[in-house]
């Protein structure tokens, strides 16, 4: 059993800046894939990126540049960094891990781009 807690969501201009951070319950070393999803209103959820157990990244080729996941297993916490950001990029943003064939969600945190 895993809890994931995001935080540090919330409103921006169009070309600024957000990091993401999302809590684990238990050392992020023991959970195979941790990755940022995200869910805009009226769209389904997509991948934003995964990090690996041993530390590879995959980023979605659209948020490439722009967005960064990295971790810090003392914290059992990963990040999510996100510049120059859009209005487009206005979802609410999900923390996921994943352990064997088990999926575990947090309960979202929302970011809006808007000026």
């Known amino acids: 059993q895993v809890q994931l807690v995001e935080s540090g969501g919330g409103l921006v201009q169009p070309g600024g800046s957000l990091r993401l951070s999302c809590v684990a319950s238990r050392s992020i070393l023991n959970i195979n894939t941790m990755g940022w999803y995200r869910q805009a209103p009226g769209k389904q959820r997509e991948l934003v990126a995964r990090i690996f157990s041993g530390g590879l990244t995959y980023h979605t080729n659209s948020m490439k540049g722009r967005f960064t996941i990295s971790r810090d297993h003392a914290k059992n916490t990963v990040y999510l960094q996100m510049n120059s950001l859009k209005p487009e990029d206005t979802a609410v943003y999900y923390c996921?891990?994943?352990?064997?064939?088990?999926?575990?969600w947090g309960q979202g945190t929302q970011v809006t781009v808007s000026s």
């Open positions: 996921n891990g994943q352990i064997g064939a088990l999926e575990y």
